[in-house]
Nanobody, 119 residues
């Protein structure tokens, strides 16, 4: 089992910013697609963003232009910079890793970190 460790969630007002981090084992980080999914109350878990060597970056339409996914190879860490946050962004955010294609999630998940955006 691949261990993913997330951090950076919190409470912000609309228009504010947060940066989420996800640390992964080096072998997993270098070989797998890394990404973020989120799960809002009463809704199914949905794709947010992903980054891979093959496809580059990909974003859900709802966050495109506001969120940026990036990676630090030396630290084996993936980041999600979230700007211009909206109440609709409120959810538990999960780091994901795996040999997946496109927006299909990989096999490994972090424990989740709560993001709450107030009006």
């Amino acid at each position: 089992q691949v261990q993913l460790v997330e951090s950076g969630g919190g409470l912000v007002q609309a228009g504010g910013s947060l940066r989420l981090s996800c640390a992964a084992p080096r072998r997993t980080f270098s070989s797998y697609t890394m990404g973020w999914f989120r799960e809002a109350p009463g809704k199914e878990r949905e794709f947010v963003a992903a980054i891979s060597w093959i496809r580059g970056t990909d974003y859900a339409d709802s966050v495109k232009g506001r969120f940026t996914i990036s990676r630090d190879n030396a630290k084996s860490t993936v980041y999600l910079q979230m700007n211009s946050l909206e109440p609709e962004d409120t959810a538990v955010y999960y780091c994901n890793a795996g040999a997946n294609i496109g927006r299909v999630p990989g096999d490994y998940w972090g424990q989740g970190t709560q993001v709450t955006v107030s009006s």
